[in-house]
Nanobody
């Protein structure tokens, strides 16, 4: 089991950018695919993107071209950068860890991102 803590959320104006961090502990970071999800008010949780143990990335169509997902194995940390933020990006953003390409079993507590128009 791995412990995850997100940070970097906040209030930002539309058009701005943010970098979210997900620091992990208690597991072998290089064994995990790191995923990013978000839940907007009144909506279901949505997959944003992920980065595999071989540094391959996948992003959802809703954010494609506006996000960069990376990882620093020396810091046991994954990152999600979102560019050109829109009000509809307002959500709680979560990171999650999956062994290899398995299910996401471990989740962070989330970090709030609010985009003002």
């Amino acid at each position: 089991q791995v412990h995850l803590v997100e940070s970097g959320g906040g209030l930002v104006q539309a058009g701005g950018s943010l970098r979210l961090s997900c620091i992990t502990s208690g597991g072998t970071f290089t064994s995990y695919t790191m995923g990013w999800f978000r839940r907007a008010p009144g909506k279901e949780r949505e997959f944003v993107g992920c980065i595999t143990i071989s540094d391959e990335t996948l992003t959802s169509d809703s954010v494609k071209g506006r996000v960069s997902i990376s990882r620093d194995n020396t810091k046991n940390t994954a990152y999600l950068e979102i560019f050109n933020l829109r009000p509809e990006d307002t959500a709680v953003y979560y990171c999650a860890a999956a062994l290899g390409l398995g299910q996401y079993l471990d989740w962070g507590q989330g970090t709030q991102v609010t985009v003002s128009s």
